[in-house]
């Protein structure tokens, strides 16, 4: 089988390998540090089954426009990509297929936010309406920064248009959850559990990110949550979903609180997450080809299986990130971090240089993986792996994992 993954960063990479266990790839547009990275436009590139990454252009419709064109697609149509791309729209969702979920409120206006917000007690939430890379969320103790957040997200200042429309959530206290449900439209297999760590600092320090490290298995997670994930909050968004007619077929990534009331649903996203599936694909024990083919011919078949070996990755971020990360330093010590027992690296935002050397590219440039027996060996081996690789105002944190 060949598989045209889209996509640039760590998870495309991941996707790319794990795929490469059976199949032909070829990754769009990918990056130098991608192997098998071609510049050419997805439309333009044949392949038995496309696989798009980022949420991005599946809002866009490009799963749409291949299907079309006859191809076979993992990834949801614009339809259903509206559930990240819109999180008043996924609310709506989801309340409708009785999902527990944060109760919520969506606004355009400040003075009516500003009321709400006085009505609620901290924690305080509040979210983009629309895409903004995982970093359009403010959960905050103090009201007066919550307050300020309203005015500097619906004057667009914060977010641009994204924020225009405020999402304004209550607070859920308890430990996360990322659970990534592979769907055929009718219904739904659940990939390992992951755990991420969405802040920038040690101690969940520091503004939001798309996710600083992930680690999986994770102990809060037996077969039963899981199955329980499957029951009350996948399969009854696939059947509110399908009442619509929206075919889902791609990933439904949920991300969950487990309260002291229970578990609550805090997001979905449309596809693998990033960095948890740096940790849940490389655990596969099955074919991941023939799941995701099955997933988008519409009829799953196939159970995936996983090791018992843990994984654990850090993400290496470039000075500045998230608010404003600077690109174009030379990264130093790769090779040398791949070389160690148990380790890989995924690149997620670099460049080749005039001389043929990786320069960094984004925000989070890349994913350093360690694999072993137990969570604590596979974090060990990690850390091993970030004290061999350096640039200029690299930061990364220190605590992933860590009990
Ligand atoms: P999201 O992008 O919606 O997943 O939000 C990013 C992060 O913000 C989550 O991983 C949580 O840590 C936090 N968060 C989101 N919604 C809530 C909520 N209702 N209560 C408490 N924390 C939240
Ligand atoms: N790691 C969080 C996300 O992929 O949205």
New binding site residues.
């Given amino acids: 089988m060949r598989v045209c993954v889209v996509g640039s960063g760590g998870r495309e990479h991941a996707l790319a390998d794990v795929l490469g266990r059976s199949a032909e790839v070829v990754v769009t547009p990918g990056s130098p540090g991608i192997p098998g990275s071609v510049p050419d436009a997805p439309e333009s590139i044949d392949a038995d089954l496309y696989v798009i990454g980022p949420e991005a252009p599946l809002v866009d419709g490009l799963a749409d426009r291949l299907r079309a064109e006859g191809r076979l697609v993992f990834g949801p149509g614009a339809d259903g990509a509206r559930l990240e791309g819109s999180k008043a729209w996924m609310k709506e969702v989801v309340s409708a297929a009785g999902v527990p979920t944060a109760e919520h409120a969506t606004f355009t206006e400040v003075d009516p936010a500003l009321a709400h917000l006085d009505s609620l007690s901290a924690p305080y939430v509040l979210k983009t309406d629309g895409l903004a890379a ?1 970093k359009g969320v403010l959960v905050t103790e103090s009201l007066a920064e919550a307050r300020d957040g309203v005015a500097e997200y619906l004057s667009g200042a914060a977010f641009g248009d994204a924020g225009r429309t405020l999402v304004i959530e209550e607070g859920l206290v308890g430990p996360e959850l ?1 659970v990534l449900a592979v769907c055929d439209g009718h219904r739904a297999v659940a990939l390992a559990p992951a755990q ?1 760590f ?1 802040r920038v600092g040690d101690g969940d320090a520091g503004p939001n990110t ?2 600083m490290g992930a680690y999986s298995p994770v102990g809060i997670a037996d077969g039963d949550v899981v199955d329980d994930v499957l029951d009350r909050f996948v399969q009854p968004t696939i059947d509110e979903l399908r009442r619509r007619g929206i075919d889902y077929r791609g990933v439904l ?1 949920a991300g969950l609180m487990f309260t002291p009331n229970g578990p609550r649903l805090i997001e979905f ?1 449309v596809r693998f ?4 599936t740096q940790v849940v694909l490389p655990r596969l024990s099955s074919d991941l080809s023939v799941l995701l083919a099955q997933a988008a011919a519409g009829h799953i078949e196939h159970t995936p299986t996983f090791v018992d070996d843990a994984q654990v990755t850090v993400v290496l971020a470039s000075e500045g990130y998230p608010a404003s990360p600077r690109t174009g330093d030379v990264i130093t010590g790769l090779d040398a971090a791949r070389a160690l027992d148990g380790v890989s690296v995924f690149c997620a935002g670099v460049r080749a240089g005039a001389d043929g050397e990786l320069l960094t590219a984004g925000g989070r440039v890349l994913n350093v993986c360690g694999r072993g027996a137990t969570v604590a060996e596979a974090r060990s081996r990690a850390y091993a792996g970030v004290a061999e690789i350096s640039w200029p105002g690299m930061h990364f944190r220190t605590d992933i994992a860590g009990s």
């Avoid at 997450?273 to 948890?276: L, N, Q, S, W």
Wanted: proline residues 8%; aromatic residues 8%.
């Fill in positions: 995982g990322s991420d969405k798309g996710g990534y996203n997450g990033d960095p948890e």
